[in-house]
């Protein structure tokens, strides 16, 4: 698949690209889920190069979910449509989105902006290490992109 991308993409033929591209994201996302160390090596480095190159991703990861309690492990997003708050136990780590932007990180039992969502992570330091103040974060197609701090601006 990812040589009929490359060839589709170097013919100029952009539909054929797009349709192998799109096949390919979700074959190497799940391949990326597989419980090897290639999925951190060699898939995670080719997705970001050439699925999101032109977004400056430096890094993501899929949701396991929106507005539905936060189990071990999981990322969960919540939206104003979940309530006031996350609702989250205290064993998390949570950052809250504002038009793109991370505007809070740490705690939990978040407030839900009206105009945002928080993203709740459950025993993982995904979002604490990957995320800054002012931080753009994209949600495509259920995966979670973090965009390089020079794209912020």
């Not at 060699?42 to 189990?71: A, C, E, H, Q, Y």
Request: hydrophobic share 35%; glycine share 8%.
């Amino acid at each position: 698949m990812a040589v009929q991308y490359l060839m589709a993409q170097k013919a100029g033929q952009s539909d054929d690209a797009n349709s192998y591209k799109n096949r390919l994201k979700t074959l190497m996302m799940q391949a990326y889920q597989q419980p090897q160390e290639i999925g951190k090596e060699v898939i995670k480095p080719f997705l970001i190069k050439t699925m999101w190159r032109d977004l400056n991703v430096v890094d993501f990861r899929m949701l396991d979910g929106v507005n539905k309690s936060r189990g071990a492990g999981q990322l969960i997003q919540y939206t104003p449509a979940y309530g006031e708050t996350s609702r989250t136990n205290p064993w998390g780590y949570e950052i809250t989105v504002v038009e793109g932007k991370v505007v809070k990180k740490g705690g939990n039992n978040s407030t839900i902006p009206k105009n945002g969502y928080v993203l709740s992570i459950h025993a993982n330091d995904w979002l604490r290490d990957n995320t800054t103040i002012g931080t753009t974060i994209q949600i495509e197609n259920g995966v979670v992109l973090v965009i390089s701090p020079e794209q912020t601006n």
